[in-house]
C-alpha cells in the first residue's frame, strides 16, 4: 500500500463523515485520484474521482449530489466528504492514483483496474 486512508467509522443514516487520502510514492502535478467502495463478494466500484491539476471532478450515480470530493495539493491530501449517508454506502473505502482517469468515470460508472497505487483502505459503516 501506498497511500494512506483515514476518517473511517460508524455513522448513522443521514449523518456526515470525512475521508482522507495522503498520497505517497509517485505524485504528479496532474493525476487521477479516486475513492472506491468494496463490499464482501463484490468488486470494488468507483464512488468519486478528481484530477489533481483542477480539471474535473466525477461522481457515482448513487453519490451525486452527497459526496464531494476535493483536495490539499500543498499537503497531497485527497478528501472525500459524505453527507446524507445510506447504509448502502457501508464499505471499505479505498483510495487510489494513476495517471489518467478511466474513460468511463464520465458516465459515473468505473473500476480500478487501471489504478496503480493504492491505500490500504478504511471501514466506513452507516447504521439504519
Known amino acids: 500500500q501506498v497511500h494512506l486512508e483515514s476518517g473511517g467509522g460508524t455513522v448513522q443514516t443521514g449523518g456526515s463523515l470525512k475521508l482522507s487520502c495522503t498520497l505517497s510514492?509517485?505524485?504528479?502535478?496532474?493525476?487521477?485520484v479516486s475513492w472506491f467502495r468494496q463490499v464482501p463478494g463484490q468488486e470494488r466500484e468507483g464512488v468519486a474521482a478528481l484530477y489533481t491539476g483542477g480539471y474535473g471532478t466525477y461522481y457515482a450515480h448513487s453519490v451525486k449530489g452527497r459526496f464531494t470530493i476535493s483536495q490539499d495539493k500543498d499537503k497531497n491530501i485527497v478528501f472525500l466528504q459524505m453527507d446524507t449517508v445510506r447504509p448502502e454506502d457501508t464499505g471499505m473505502y479505498f483510495c487510489?492514483?494513476?495517471?489518467?482517469?478511466?474513460?468511463?468515470?464520465?458516465?459515473?460508472?468505473?473500476?480500478?483496474?487501471?489504478?496503480?497505487?493504492w491505500g490500504q483502505g478504511t471501514q466506513v459503516t452507516v447504521s439504519s
Open positions: 510514492g509517485s505524485i504528479y502535478d496532474n493525476m487521477c
Open positions: 487510489a492514483s494513476a495517471m489518467l482517469c478511466p474513460g468511463d468515470v464520465a458516465d459515473g460508472r468505473w473500476s480500478g483496474r487501471i489504478f496503480t497505487d
